[in-house]
């Protein structure tokens, strides 16, 4: 499974931004796709996570109200609208595919797949 983000820059604090995710080279569905994110000299964080089906979300206390995740099937495309993006948000931010089901995962080591990460900078 190949995933490749994108959608990262540089924006002013209250901006937004939309990261996307390409997933790619499955033979099976992953049973969910998640965001994460993690800043220099700390550890990787759960931001968001779909089911592969669209029906359920989860949200990290950190962006709720501000981050929507969602995807597009016919794209294998999965996407992180961020809002009102805070200094704080500024990290490199990872796509993830898990093979685990039952229930959305938040912790980095249940996911399978990795994408390359995209840097999302907000400046005060």
């Known amino acids: 499974v190949q995933l490749q983000a994108s959608g990262g820059g540089l924006v002013q604090a209250g901006g937004s931004l939309r990261l996307s995710c390409i997933v790619s080279?499955?033979?099976?569905?992953?049973?969910?796709l998640g965001w994460f994110r993690q800043a220099p000299g700390k550890e990787r964080e759960f931001v968001a996570a779909i089911s592969w089906s669209g029906d359920s979300t989860g949200y990290a206390d950190s962006g709720k109200g501000r981050f929507t995740i969602s995807r597009d099937n016919a794209k294998n495309t999965v996407f992180l609208q961020m809002n009102s993006l805070k200094p704080e948000d500024t990290a490199i931010y990872y796509c993830?595919?898990?093979?685990?089901?039952?229930?959305?995962?938040?912790?980095?080591?249940?996911?399978?797949?990795w994408g390359q990460g995209t840097q999302v900078t907000v400046s005060s």
């Open positions: 993830a595919a898990t093979y685990r089901f039952g229930t959305l995962r938040t912790r980095k080591d249940e996911y399978d797949y």
């Open positions: 080279g499955y033979t099976s569905t992953p049973y969910a």
